[in-house]
Nanobody, 123 residues
């Protein structure tokens, strides 16, 4: 079983950048496909990005494609989400999650979740 802890959230002005980290413990993060989701107040949790376990293939929602980059460092057991050109609508709690199968963008396919980190973008 893997435990996930996110960090790196904060307050940033529109157009700025943040890098979120998701540190894994208990198991190697490379044992899982991992993803980032976010949830804004009053909205459902939505898929942001994911990275495959073996191929390192990456997937993004249309709303963040070209601005966000997901990556993984197996040696450090960490998954990152680099967020550039941030917009007010990116404001949300961001969650890291890990899965062993299922649809990439389906939150129900993910078995393990972190506690979330708040990202606030001021306009």
């Amino acid at each position: 079983q893997v435990q996930l802890v996110e960090s790196g959230g904060g307050l940033v002005q529109a157009g700025g950048s943040l890098r979120l980290s998701c540190a894994a413990s208990g198991r190697a993060i490379s044992d899982y496909a991992t993803g980032w989701f976010r949830q804004a107040p009053g909205k459902e949790r939505e898929f942001v990005a994911a990275i495959n376990r073996i191929s390192f293939g990456t997937y993004y929602s249309d709303s963040v494609k070209g601005r966000f980059t997901i990556s993984r460092d197996n040696a450090k057991n960490v998954v990152y989400l680099q967020m550039n050109s941030l917009k007010f609508e990116d404001t949300a709690v961001y969650y890291c999650a890990a899965r062993t199968g299922g649809r990439i963008s389906d939150s129900n396919a993910y078995d393990y979740w972190g506690q979330g980190t708040q990202v606030t973008v001021s306009s």
